[in-house]
Nanobody, 124 residues
Framework: VQLQASGGGLVQTGDSLRLSCAPS????????VGWFRQAPGKEREFVGV????????YYADAVKGRFTISRDNAKNTVNLQMNSLKAEDTAVYYC??????????????????WGQGTLVTVSS
């Protein structure tokens, strides 16, 4: 499964941005889809994940209340809506698809399929 993350760009503090994750040739429905990010000089970190079938998405504390993950099954995409962006949200954002146990869905090593990343820069 090849994934394409898109929608990144340069925005200002407080702005919103919407990222999309689209697969090539397959449906995302069988997979949990996670979003991760890597800021300059830092390790990649978990942002949030949406389930393949049950329950709601959950988020890292740093983005809870500002970011929302949703599925658009008609378009076969998973979207990351980012509101009230802060300078510390600056990072390359990656989407990943896999079937980790739901309780372990924060662990990037459990995701088999990754996109190439899209850069989000938040200017203060």
């Amino acid at each position: 499964v090849q994934l394409q993350a898109s929608g990144g760009g340069l925005v200002q503090t407080g702005d919103s941005l919407r990222l999309s994750c689209a697969p090539s040739g397959v449906t995302l429905r069988p997979y949990h889809v996670g979003w991760f990010r890597q800021a300059p000089g830092k390790e990649r970190e978990f942002v949030g994940v949406i389930s393949r079938s049950f329950g709601g998405p959950y988020y890292a504390d740093a983005v809870k209340g500002r970011f929302t993950i949703s599925r658009d099954n008609a378009k076969n995409t998973v979207n990351l809506q980012m509101n009230s962006l802060k300078a510390e949200d600056t990072a390359v954002y990656y989407c990943a698809a896999g079937t980790p146990a739901w309780g372990s869905a924060k662990l990037e090593r459990l995701y088999a399929h990754w996109g190439q990343g899209t850069l989000v820069t938040v200017s203060s």
